[in-house]
């Protein structure tokens, strides 16, 4: 049988799926996904972050030729208006969704402060 809890979290995920951020982004990514260009520079951003992140994970060392790639990505994504308002957008749900974890672990907290 489910908790309240769980029905609050379903609740929760409707609130953040209607929110202005999570439209603004939805609206950021598919500017992206329906131009061409943005949607590949994107993609190949996108693929080399996860391969760095998957050699972190594992313990393996990034290499200055990782490092390389990473910096040209980074400067041809700057360079593309639509890439850049997709990653605001995704910085401010991400905002949003860190100010939500901070009150969900508030009992937590209060609980180990003595509260």
């Given at each position: 049988?489910?908790s309240?809890?769980?029905?609050?979290?379903?609740?929760?995920?409707?609130?953040?799926?209607?929110?202005?951020?999570?439209?603004?982004?939805?609206?950021?990514?598919?500017?992206?996904?329906?131009?061409?260009?943005?949607?590949?520079?994107?993609?190949?951003?996108?693929?080399?972050?996860?391969?760095?992140?998957d050699?972190?994970?594992?313990?393996?060392?990034?290499?200055?030729?990782?490092?390389?790639?990473?910096?040209?990505?980074?400067?041809?994504?700057?360079?593309?208006?639509?890439?850049?308002?997709?990653?605001?957008?995704?910085?401010r749900?991400?905002?949003l969704?860190?100010?939500?974890n901070?009150?969900?672990?508030?009992?937590?907290?209060?609980?180990?402060?003595?509260?």
């Open positions: 049988m489910p309240h809890l769980n029905e609050y979290a379903r609740m929760l995920e409707k609130g953040i799926r209607e929110s202005h951020e999570f439209a603004a982004l939805k609206q950021a990514y598919e500017n992206v996904r329906s131009n061409g260009q943005a949607r590949a520079l994107f993609d190949r951003f996108r693929q080399l972050q996860l391969n760095l992140q050699k972190q994970m594992q313990g393996l060392l990034v290499t200055e030729e990782d490092e390389k790639q990473a910096q040209a990505a980074m400067q041809a994504v700057q360079s593309n208006p639509a890439i850049m308002q997709l990653i605001g957008a995704e910085q749900l991400s905002d969704l860190s100010e939500i901070q009150v969900l672990m508030r009992p937590v907290e209060d609980l180990y402060a003595g509260k």
